[in-house]
Structures are given as C-alpha cells and as structure tokens.
C-alpha cells in the first residue's frame, strides 16, 4: 500500500516534504494490544489501514487478513473450530484457512475434495506475543527479530519486567509524534500536572542538537542552556511566583545531572530520552532503574493508538512487588491518564494546516527529515528525495 | 433515474459485470410497510432512493414524492385537511396536491384563483394495499397488475393468508440477495440456529442447476448430489459428532423427497425454491401448505428492508387460528429473529471488494447474470450486454 | 474566503442565479452569543465557517482565530495568563497572542528574546458588546459603527431595551431568510400557534409591492388586498369554520391600520416590517411600543444561528418590569419556543433542489435579488450581474 498523498488534504501540508506516510510506516513491528485482551474468540484489530483478525490456537498466534477473500465476510465473526490445527473457519460458509500461511485448507461446504481448497490464500501476518504485549508486523518485507528491533527494555525480559496500557486518539500518528522530540510542550502543559507541579518549572528555551542514535534506529537530543523563568515585556514574569513549588526536582522532573546519573555511569545508558523509528519514544530516569515507553501506534490515518509501556528493572521481587503496586495504585492514574490526557486534549484538538515552526521545533523538524530519510521501507518506495 | 456506477465504489466489483443496480430494480411492485403501520398521519418511506410519502384518504391510498415542489419541505409533515378529496396540503404555504395524479389543485395562500393550481404537479407513485402490506412501483414504467406479478402465495388471497414483518440491513440489498440462490450458507450458518440444531446436518457441496422460471420472473435452482458430512485432511470431521442432533428432518430441514411429496403431487408446486425477480425468494414445505418469502427491498444503496412474509394455506378456521398461534408464540421468534439475525450480522459485516467464487456460488452467479438479463426495465436503459 | 459555489450542491440551485453566498455575507456586524455566555473562559464560536476565540480581559473584548497558527492547536482550551495584558496564550507552547491586534508578544517557551515573537500575527476580528449581545464583524473591510450599521431599536440604548436569545437551526442560512419577505407561511403554518389561534385568519393571497429601504439597507414589502377566506374548488372552504376564533386582531394578529396607527403618527416608524442586510427582520406592532427582530446568523453552510431579540421602548420603570416579566414568563415560552419552532421544523425539512416559485414568493424573489446586488462587499467580489 503506497502511502496516500491527498493534495487537498491539509493535514499533509506540514508533512508533504518529508515522505512521512499518513498511515504510518508499514515495515515495523508494532505493539497492537495487551496479551490478556486477547481470548478465546477471534479479535479483531486495525493497523496502518488494515484490517486484521488475531486469534490463538494450541499456543500458537495468528493474525490474518479480516475479510474473508471468498464473499468479504469478517473472518473475526468467525470460529476456530478444529482446535490445533492453528486455522479459522469463516463463518458464512465455513472457508477454513491455515494460520501460519494464510492458505485454504478447506471450503468445508463444497467437501473434501473441493478445488478451490489450496488454490486460494489470504494474507497471513507475522504476529508475537512478547513483553504483555502482542505485536504485529503489517508490512511486505521480511520482519526482523522482534526482541533486536526494539528498545533494550522491552527487548530481552531477564533484565526488566513491563506494565502497558493504551489510549485510542482521534488524530494522525504524527501529530502524536511530534509531541515528543523536545518540543517544549512538557515544560507548559505539564507544568500543573499532578506528577510535576509541586517540582520547580522545568527549564525551557534550551538549544536543541538532534543527533542519530547507532544504526540510525532513531534520534537522541541534546539539551543546553535554557533557564527556569524570565520576564516579559507586556506581559510579566514566567512562570508566576508559585508557593506550592517546594519540592526537589525528582522523577521525570529531574532532567539535569544526567552524565553523572546512575543511569549513564552504572547502567552505560546514553541518552535520557530517545525517538526510535517507527514512532516511539524512551524517556528514563537518573536512577537508570525505570523509564516510560511512549509508542504511537497508526490505526490508520485518522486514529492513533498511544501505548503507554512502562518498564522497570529487575531489582528483586520485593522492590518488583513494590513496583507494581506503586503503579497500579499511583503511576497508572497520575502519569498514564492525568499526565497524558493533558496532551491528548490537545492534540486531538489540532487543526490541520500550516504551521509556523521556530526555535523550539527544532527536534520536530529533525525527526520529519531523520524519518522520512531513515525509515526502513521496501526497495523504490521512498516518493521524495529530502534535501 | 440511470443506475449509479461508481467506479470508485469497491461495492460494485461484484455486479460490474452484470448490469445489477445498486439502488435496485425499479420497475417492479416492492412491499414498503405493513398495513398496519400507516395511520391517520401520512408517513415518509424510502424506496430505490426515492423519498415518498404515504397517506390514506376516504378508503384510497396515495404516495406522492416526499419534497414539495413549491419550496422543498416535507410533505409528511403537512395534513390531510380535506377528508374526502384524497388531498394532502404542504405545511408551509397549503399548496394542496390530489393524491392520484399529483396535480396541485389549490394553492391555498395564494386563493382560490391562484394561476399556479392546475399549472404544477408533483410526482405521483401507484400504490396498493394487499396481503397486509403496502406495495409501491417506484419505476416510470406502466405498473403491472400486482396479483399476476407476484407469488401467488402472497396474490390472490382466496387460498393463502399471509403475517408479515421486516427489518431494516444496513447493506446493498444485493448482498442480501446473494445469500438466497442455495449458496451454501444455510448449510453451515444456521446449523446451529433453534429451527434446524437438532436436525440432521443439511446437505452439502451439491451440485446446482440453475433453471428460468416460466416467462423469465425468476430462477430455480435444482440440487442433486451432496454429502452430510466428510472427513477433512488435517482438521477432521465436519460435522462433528453432535449427539444432540437426534430429531427427523422436518420444516426447512426436510429438503429431500420433493419429487413425491404433497407439494408437488397435490398442490402441483414446481419447485422446493424459487428466486424471483426483482430480489425475493419463496421457500416452501414438503407439505405445500406453508411457505415463506423473503424480500430484500432496496431502501437506498446502502440499506435493504428485509420482508419476512409468511405464508398458510387457508385449511378452515381452526387450523387458521393453529398457524397463527404457532407463529406469534414461536416461528416469528424463532425464524424471523433468530434465524434471519444470523444472516444479517454476517451479511453487514461483508467488507465491499474484489470476491473469490467458487462451486458452491453457482446459484449466486447465475441469479446475477440472470437478473441482469431478464429485468424488466424501460426500453434503453439496459448499459451492459452479458456474455 | 471567496463564497464556496459547488455546482453540484442542490442548495445552490435557487441562489445561483442571485450571488448570495452560501456562508453568508462577510462585511456586516453579526450578534454571536448572548454577553452572559462570555465568562472567564475563552469561548470558541463559529460565524461564515470561521472559528473564532472570544475573550475579556480588564474589560477588553477580543475575537482571534481559534487556531493558533504555531502548531494548529486551539486557543480557546488556553487561558488569558496575564491579567489586563488583553492577551490569551496557546494552551500547548504557550504562544501568547495580543488580543486588538492578533500580533504574538512573546512565544513563552522560547524564552523573552525569541526571534519569532513580533514577526508572526493571527487575525484579528472587530467585536463589541452591545445591547446584551457580543457582536463580530467577520469580514475583511474596514467595519461599521455598529450602532449606525443596525437598527434603531437595537441601535442606540436611549430608547430602547432589549431581550435576546437564540437556537440553532441545522438549515442554511438562506432557506431561514426566506422564510420572512411576507411569503404567506404565517397565514398558513401559524395559524394555529398560541399567539394567534384564537385571533381571526390573518389576511393571504396579498398583492406584495417590495421597495428598497433609504440607503438599501433592505427591503419593506407593502401589502395590500388579500382575503380572509374563500371556496375552493373541489375542496372546500379555508379557513373552516372555527368557532374559537372569537378575539379581536391582536399584537403580531392586528395587520391593519397601519397608516393611520400610532407606531406612524406618534413615532414615526416608515414600515410595519422590515427586512434588512445581511438577513434580519424587523416585526414591528401598530403601538410602535414593541418589535421583533430575527436574525439569521450563518454559523457555517449548514448550520444558522436564529437570534430572537425582542425590543421595547422604554417607558419609565414600571412598564419595564412589567414588559420584562411578561417576557420571561409568557412571550419567551409562547412566542420565541412555540412560534418559532414551527417555522424550524419545517425549514429543517427542506429538502434542497429546484422550486416552482409563485405569486406568493414575489417578496422572496425581490429579497433574493436585492441582497446579491445591493450587499456590502470588498470591491470585486461579485461574481454576477444579475438581471
């Protein structure tokens, strides 16, 4: 599926020059749901445009195409009805595919020696259950190694365990990505967030300097200068003189000391956050032993699936008891909603069009070119060449 | 109005080749309602995309176009003033339209000398009431005589005596005609509904023969040949061993013996089944003493009005009391909720697009071509000649 | 904004002729909201498909373009952070825009010497509150005093008070407009509203005489000869006899006399009604004490803001409470509900398409003519000359 490219369509004016698709990019893996959302009755799921349809059968995990290729019917609605054989029958005249190729191994109504049987395959999509999560990679070229091609912390699971959640957004994906690369929203959305507004103003006006991660699997950028309030002219001080503002930075309102940071001396992480392709972002800790994992997820051109993955490190089942409880009492309510409905609001609430981007856009611009460069795609389908 | 051909239209795939018009036929008599259903108001239906409005006046019925052609308000929405005259008056400005010919006879506002009157007139549609429902012919063509141009099951009403109800699909009334030319669905669909569950499994992957009717009206479709259960390389036996399923065909289940059953040998009824233009189906028992019509009504492109009409043999005031009994406490439970609604959810999830057919879809493409052949239609307006 | 003339839109076919644009006229003072509807949050509002914030600051009114032309989010989820700066700021970077001249003061999280602050502008609307109304002037020329650009009894507030409210009508703005040039429908669709139901039939079959307004501000439709009630042929007679009619011609009932009323003799008042540019009707009473003005505000195409606003001379305290009580507990209820809503139900109904005007819409062509060549506009934007 080539990327659309309506010319009136002026949600692409900000992104027409960077061959960033609307429906994402297709050659990725992508987390699509928790692993518990998925039962004993066929599910079915939307990415990058396509329909698709997860089901699982004696331990194995299938996605296939929805639409059954014979009358359209939705495959979902349908049955596995010969546990372990890893196959679903469609349920309006019981076309039966294989999981693991998409191939019909029967059109049960016209009976066993049907021609049509093993002459007809449907798409079958490469599909893993890894991390709570289940992925699916909706593109045509070969997929990689799930656990290679993702960050470290949802990668290998001896070292870290993880907590996910999702919020369906009704916007583009890149709209949601743009939220990520320093832009300085945090430091005036967030500002009276619940997880920051007792912590001194996060500093802003910094200079950014985007720099490509090993393998050019996404963006680190670094930060300098800045400062935490200023006066002016007309208006007055920013921020106001605020009393509650009585606690040391701490948290994801810690953002400074980051090269003596636990994390970076003890643990050798590199950068405290990162943008990874296809749409994702990492933001740690100074401690090294927690961070957040942000992943916009195109549904398709009009929706975006926000996955919140939260990780932490393996520290010892009492702290991992602690973690956990910590999240879901606290963390799942204070960041994952209250935190991150406060940009949800407002980037839902875009309106499509020309933009007027300055000096704290930097890292967006960055991150339309580093993806529209970068991004794994099939050979000849890159549209535009970037300058 | 020519029938629309979207060549964007995923939905016409199917039917492009066929001359099949997605708003439907439009030179035929179509059930609109139920008698009962329309009362001292006049109510708006839809039919083939055209807005009508339906009022009774002093024993007559009228449908009219919905739309007055003075300013464009709706007509439904006005009165009958006149008891007697068989008019109905706009409720914006009382311009007064006679219900048979659609003439403007007054202009109320404008006096009884008004220069408009008599000048315009609105469209005006024929209209019948019979069998307990309302029948409209929404094409330019002369109407045809309802009674000759219908079942007789539902014609003349000295020998049969009908209950109907319908429901309204969201789909092309097309696809709900696909589910009809022994298509195979029944087999594998409602072998689990209450009517047929402790049944044997129907018969399967039969060899169809589809024949013309007399004079063209329709198809009927021989069946020879099937299975009632097979084993399949690699899934196993379909169907599976269902203990429950202990019961003798009877009702829809009992579909051999036709050749000598009383159908046939006394009431002289030719076929089991038959498909009619413009898009309805006659299912009848081996008893020829009931049968039942489905009808799928093209409201417009995108909803079809599903008529369940049911159909006795009159058999004397007793037996008549027995049927209707039976069908008020059980079959319109049974059959026409439980057993269509298994369709409809399959039929409405149908994704539009390209189709893959195959032995068992004989019926289907044979009612397509033969449809798109044999329709009546106005002179010239048939776009496609069919191989 | 050119006004959209989509040749396929059915709306356009009655106006096409006319070079009345579908949005409406953009270079007039337009009433909004009600003032009690603007509080301490910016409030997002639609006028000729626009979106505008509207805010107060230190007694300020200001009307911006709800997008912030940053990042596209909208201004009116942001906040006025500094009080009496008569600035609002960007609720996602925290641009801060100032409110009488739409130029951006400061982009805060770039800090106070950012380059971009003072180069970069959003537009600015003129607005004014006044007569209990917020009123906008959404086009490009050099507004109006709004006090002279209105009338009289919503002009100056010497002379005159006011009570507003409004509803909005899922209609174009024209189809609202045209239901005021004396098009005959009250005779019709009102005569059985509270108000007049027990008043005598109003007088129909008028011969209208439709004359410019000095200055052609808008048009007055005299009226004259007419009829009470008549035969008609193969009917009846209109109105039937109704013996509740037994009240004297009464406030908006009493049509006659005009000349010789005092409203004219003592006031001075020219026309019993009016209908002005850019779609408002003046429904005045023979005691020149009262009127009624509609107001037919385009949101967008499809959409109509229906102002009510009821004027009152004023005539020392006590008539006042009285003339303000009896609004709130009777005329809001029985007039700006009851009456009213029959008018929407059936401009609502409108189905858009060709119409057969007649002798009764002489005042509605004229208004249609009038408005395409006598509205204000920016040299060069007629499209048409019209015959």
Known sequence: MPPPDDEDDPGEIPYRRYDVPKQGFEDYWYPIICTAELKRKPKAVRLVGRDIVLFRDAGTLVALDERCPHRGVKLSLGQCSYPGSGTISCPYHGWTFDGSTGRLIAALMEGPDSPVARKVATRSYPVREHAGLIWLWPGSMQPSTLVDDIPEWIGRQETFFNISMYTDYKCNWRWLVDNWPQDHHAQYVHRNAPE?????????????????????????????????????????????????????????????????????????????????????????????EYSLIQWAVPIDGETTRCFNINNWRRMGWRREIYDRAHYYLFRSWVHDRMFSDQDKVLIESTVPGLERLSKTDVGVIAWRKFAGTHARRPPGEHKLSVA
Chains 1, 2, 3 share one sequence.
């Open 196 to 288: 920051l507004m007792f912590q001194p103003q996060l500093p802003y006006a910094l200079t950014l300097d985007p720099k490509p991660l090993d393998g050019n699997k996404g963006l680190a950028i670094k930060r300098s200068g800045g400062m935490t309030g200023a006066d002016y002219p007309g208006l007055g001080r920013f921020p106001k003189n605020e009393w509650w503002r009585f606690m040391k930075p701490t948290g994801r309102g810690n953002v400074t000391g980051f090269e003596t940071s636990k994390a970076r001396t003890v643990y050798g992480i590199k950068n405290q956050s990162e943008l990874w392709l296809p749409g994702l972002t990492v933001v740690g800790r100074l401690s090294g």
